[in-house]
């Protein structure tokens, strides 16, 4: 057990949460603590103050309580001990069996990573199109998690008028929520096919689409291009709602779309339901994909982004610009001259970074701080010219209007 890192919890009093993860074989103990840090920063956004992390090491999960019994104890003593734990947050996904063991056992709520990630978006969502695509994707996480609902008829025990009302409420919310989720599903639908009007109307400008890991500063970089006021907070998932805007550098038009962030074990029918928001990834000319550079494990997030667009696009391959944000958070540990153990990713530096990546992406990616405003002339300079190349596909004869774009030095 180990206290997490401090997080801002504003003024209000929050709920006192502990964490929850394993350290498998296929998840060490660094990246196990990288999750959990992540699952702090969730919990935070939610509105939650993280107060302790638990970790254990099993080849897989408890079926019965996901840690073993040895960890439940502890983490029961814990709560028993500091009296103000409202719930345990769990880094993977609970089965009902495990729910109702686990919370028999804490006397607390219990909540996994998918139910967390839902809260955070019914609470962020603003537009009619968000809300029901939350509302659906609670519904289907719902679904399968009713009889953890109904534990207070006591179904377990049986008796005379115990079993059957339980059993008979159950099946009437499954017909209900089938029922609801079918509706959901049809005014999606009917979003769907206001959204491909309106994209339709949008004629033939070049669409350009920044995707990126939830958090890495795409909307600051949106309101910096756009010169636009979309809403930028230091919290995951600040934008649900997909924001297009009209961008004109020197004198070539795009559109350039703000999507929601992307983030590790997202789950898939939260993608299935947000499939209307993803459509401006999917018909997006050009992508600009936004990473974090002062981010510890970027790489992974990377990894994580590009296997979700590969989902969602089905394989399609866009024009993409790789963009490097906050290099002014960016830190870097040099190491002592007669140090000889191994170099880590802490000890390279921004300029061998630069090279490594702008040798590997074919000088396609820059490095920018949309925060500071570092770069961006640069960044401009590359978005014309793949955006140019486009446009003049479509719009041939305007070949004579437009001349290679560049950008005054910054000052």
Not at 285 to 303: A, Y
């Amino acid at each position: 057990m180990k206290e997490p890192a401090t997080v801002n919890t504003g003024g209000a009093e929050a709920e006192r949460a502990i964490l929850v993860g394993l350290v498998t074989p296929t998840q060490d103990e660094a990246r196990s603590a990288e999750y959990l840090d992540e699952l702090a920063f969730l919990a935070d956004t939610a509105g939650a103050e993280a107060v302790a992390t638990f970790t254990q090491k099993l080849d897989y999960p408890n079926p019965r309580t996901f840690v073993g019994k040895g960890k439940l104890e502890e983490i029961k003593k814990y709560i028993e001990e500091r009296g103000d734990i409202a719930m345990a947050i769990f880094d993977d996904d609970l089965s009902t069996k495990q729910v109702v063991n686990i919370e028999r056992e804490l006397g607390v709520k219990i909540l996994d990573r998918t139910n967390l990630i839902l809260d955070i978006f019914a609470k962020r969502a603003q537009t009619a199109a968000a809300k029901t695509q939350v509302e659906l994707a609670q519904y289907q996480y719902l679904l399968p998690r009713l009889t953890r609902m109904w534990t207070h008829l006591e179904r377990q025990r049986g008796g005379i008028g115990m079993r059957g009302p339980g059993e008979t409420q159950i099946e009437t919310d499954r017909r209900i929520i089938l029922t609801k989720i079918s509706l959901l599903k049809e005014e999606l639908r009917a979003i769907d096919r206001q959204k491909a009007v309106q994209r339709k109307n949008r004629g033939k400008l070049t669409r350009v689409a920044l995707v990126g890991y939830t958090n890495v500063g795409k909307s600051t970089l949106m309101n910096l291009l756009s010169k636009s006021d979309v809403f930028a907070e230091n919290k995951l998932f600040a934008t649900l709602d997909t924001t297009v805007r009209k961008v004109v550098i020197d004198n070539l038009p795009f559109l350039l779309t703000d999507t929601v962030g992307f983030i590790r074990k997202l789950p898939t029918h939260l993608v299935d339901s947000f499939k209307s928001t993803l459509d401006e990834v999917r018909e997006a000319d050009i992508l600009v994909h936004v990473v974090d550079i002062s981010h510890p494990n970027f790489e992974e997030q990377i990894e994580v982004v590009d296997k979700t667009l590969r989902e969602v696009c089905n394989g399609a391959d866009k024009p993409m610009l790789l963009v490097f944000n906050k290099i002014d958070a960016f830190k870097c540990t040099p190491k002592d001259a007669d140090d000889l153990t191994p170099r880590q990713k802490c000890n390279i530096t921004l300029d061998e970074l630069k090279a490594s990546w702008m040798a590997r992406m074919n000088d396609n990616c820059v490095f920018i701080s949309a925060k500071k405003g570092t770069n961006i002339d640069e960044l401009k300079r590359r978005l014309y010219t793949m955006a140019r190349e486009i446009h003049l596909s479509r719009f041939p004869y305007n070949d004579l209007l437009y001349q290679t774009y560049e950008a005054e030095p910054e000052q």
